[in-house]
């Protein structure tokens, strides 16, 4: 079973240990333009989960492309880069500009004006750029998920990744005005687990592209949850601020699930969901 981080919850260069014990390791979202974020306050710690609006902030494509796709690559382990942008052609430059990699297509921050074309759009215009692996992150916030999994997968996605944060409000205790400077920011942790896995459910049984899980996961039982509903891989967000060994000691507490319920392997456990709920109803 594939383990990643979650793009922008975790910086290889500070941790490079801990993206080393990855299957895989996702950047944080570049963009053609270095951009500063969102002013700050970014973050803010809510009952069940945490709200960002860090915005995007990066180097932009060029001195990714110069300075950090190199020392990433001497990590060992696969990488995945996230492109973000503010048009279909946007996203494109940069996919064209990539090799080696996997990309996956940001398609749904919630801190950002979003680009005016579709998703769909989006992945065509980067299909006809590149050969790589095109993965197509989404909002769980899309009226009908699994209609935008159908779509990206016509216009020549690869994968899914599912799901990005959902947008949220926190207001300050004492003022009661809105924590964040930008107002609203995305929320992510345990309260986004049961909305990854019906995303993820919905998906799997709408394609047959492979699926990145994430949302919520703090433990082995989330994983094996998510890999349930339908994922392939999983990916470790916001834990990562609270647990940087979470990689290692949700993989051991994954194998012990899956031993404890009979499973050779994680991938043994894959979409079990459909097949239990159709056997039940
Ligand atoms: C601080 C922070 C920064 C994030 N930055 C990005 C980003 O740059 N690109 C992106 O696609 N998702 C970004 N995300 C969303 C995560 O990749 C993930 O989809 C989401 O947090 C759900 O997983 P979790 O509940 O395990 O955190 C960010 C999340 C957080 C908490």
């Given at each position: 079973?594939?383990l990643l981080n979650a793009s922008g919850c975790l910086d290889?260069?500070?941790a490079?240990?801990v993206?080393?014990?990855l299957?895989?390791?996702v950047?944080k ?13 970014r973050i803010a710690e809510t009952e069940h989960g945490m709200l960002n609006a860090i ?54 921050c919630p801190n ?25 992150k989404?909002?769980p ?20 990744s599912l799901v990005n944060t959902i947008r949220g409000?926190a ?9 964040l400077?930008?107002?609203?920011g995305g929320y992510s942790g345990p309260a986004l687990k049961p909305i990854a896995l ?14 990145v899980g994430m949302g919520g996961v703090r433990s082995?039982?989330d994983a094996?949850?998510l ?7 999983v990916a470790l967000g916001t834990i990562l601020f609270a647990d940087p060994d979470a990689p290692?000691r949700v ?31």
């Amino acid at each position: 079973m594939l383990l990643l981080n979650a793009s922008g919850c975790l910086d290889a260069m500070t941790a490079p240990p801990v993206a080393r014990s990855l299957d895989a390791y996702v950047t944080k979202t570049i963009t053609p333009l270095p951009r500063e974020g969102n002013p700050p306050v970014r973050i803010a710690e809510t009952e069940h989960g945490m709200l960002n609006a860090i915005g995007l902030a990066n180097p932009g494509r060029d001195r990714f492309l110069v300075t950090v796709l190199p020392r990433l690559r001497e990590l060992g382990v696969p990488i995945w880069v996230s492109v973000g942008g503010f048009s279909a052609a946007e996203y494109a430059e940069t996919c064209a500009a990539l090799e080696g990699v996997t990309i996956e297509l940001n398609l749904s921050c919630p801190n950002v004006d979003e680009a005016p074309e579709s998703a769909a759009e989006i992945v065509s215009a980067c299909r006809a750029a590149t050969a790589l692996p095109l993965y197509a992150k989404l909002s769980p916030a899309a009226w009908d998920v699994a209609e935008s999994a159908r779509a990206v997968e016509a216009a020549g996605a690869d994968g899914l990744s599912l799901v990005n944060t959902i947008r949220g409000l926190a207001l300050d205790d004492r003022t009661l005005a809105p924590t964040l400077a930008r107002g609203t920011g995305g929320y992510s942790g345990p309260a986004l687990k049961p909305i990854a896995l019906a995303a993820v459910y919905a998906c799997a049984h709408a394609t047959a592209l492979p699926i990145v899980g994430m949302g919520g996961v703090r433990s082995g039982r989330d994983a094996l949850d998510l890999i349930a509903a339908g994922a392939s891989a999983v990916a470790l967000g916001t834990i990562l601020f609270a647990d940087p060994d979470a990689p290692a000691r949700v993989r051991s507490e994954l194998d012990a699930e899956c031993s404890a319920r009979g499973y050779a392997a994680p991938s043994d456990a894959r979409a079990i969901a459909h097949e239990a709920h159709a056997h039940a109803s």
